[in-house]
């Protein structure tokens, strides 16, 4: 299989904190990561590409400095949400890109809500 | 630029009967297309991708592909829909340029409502 894991499955924060979200790929290494976030009844859209051991490349409109990401293994991609505002209150879905296959496998989410 | 198209934003069939979801995508390079199943509040299972090979793409739970080049189209079948496949679903194509590093683009997406 292809299984990529994401911690937590859901967050309650107060406005203010940070909180990390971890996206894992179990049974394959995974060089690009890819995070997403989905408002309800709407398609995804990409945030960021993370590439192990170097900077992440953000999509127009995604502030580097609110969402902050790092990819320090080749299993594991991490988002940190800096200073959560209500805004950013969302489903947040990572996957995991399987070069061999060129096919992205998708984490189960996490339910990010800031009070 | 590449981009995709669900012709439809809701479809609804009945169990047992067939399930037809339209995509049509506009790429200017050879395209991967893949299938995604999302069910509430969980994250995407591929159901099946076109890469190249045979232009009919079999997936899971008997959901089926064709890639019809000459239409721009992937539309997804199912021969005989069940309770479960109610879900939504999305066609994305895969921009295979040097420098996009196998970003995905998504359609808007197609609920599936299954009536017993």
């Known amino acids: 299989g292809a299984v990529v894991s994401q911690h937590p499955s859901w967050v309650i924060c107060k406005s203010g904190t940070s909180v990390k979200i971890e996206c894992r790929s179990l049974d394959f290494q995974a060089t690009t990561m890819f995070w997403y976030r989905q408002f309800p009844k709407q398609s995804l859209m990409l945030m960021a590409t993370?590439?192990?051991?170097?900077?992440?490349?953000?999509e127009q409109g995604v502030e580097k400095d609110k969402f902050l990401i790092n990819h320090a293994s080749l299993t594991l991609s991490t988002l940190t949400v800096t200073s959560a505002h209500p805004e950013d209150s969302s489903f947040y879905i990572c996957?995991?890109?399987?070069?061999?296959?060129?096919?992205?496998?998708f984490g189960p989410g996490t339910r990010l809500l800031v009070l | 630029a590449q981009s995709v198209t669900q012709l439809d934003s809701h479809v609804s069939v009945s169990e047992g009967t067939p399930v037809l979801l339209r995509c049509n995508y506009s790429s200017s390079y050879s395209p991967s297309l893949f299938w995604y199943v999302q069910h509430p509040n969980k994250g995407l299972q591929l159901l099946l991708k076109y890469t190249s090979a045979a232009t009919l793409v079999k997936g899971i739970n008997g959901f089926e592909a064709e890639f019809k080049k000459s239409e721009t189209s992937f539309h997804l079948t199912n021969p005989s829909a069940h309770m479960r496949d109610a879900a939504e679903y999305f066609c994305v194509v895969s921009d295979r340029r040097d420098n996009q590093g196998g970003k995905l683009i998504f359609g808007q997406g197609t609920e599936l409502s299954v009536k017993p």
């Open positions: 993370s590439n192990e051991g170097s900077k992440a490349t953000y």
């Open positions: 996957s995991a890109l399987r070069d061999a296959q060129e096919t992205q496998y």
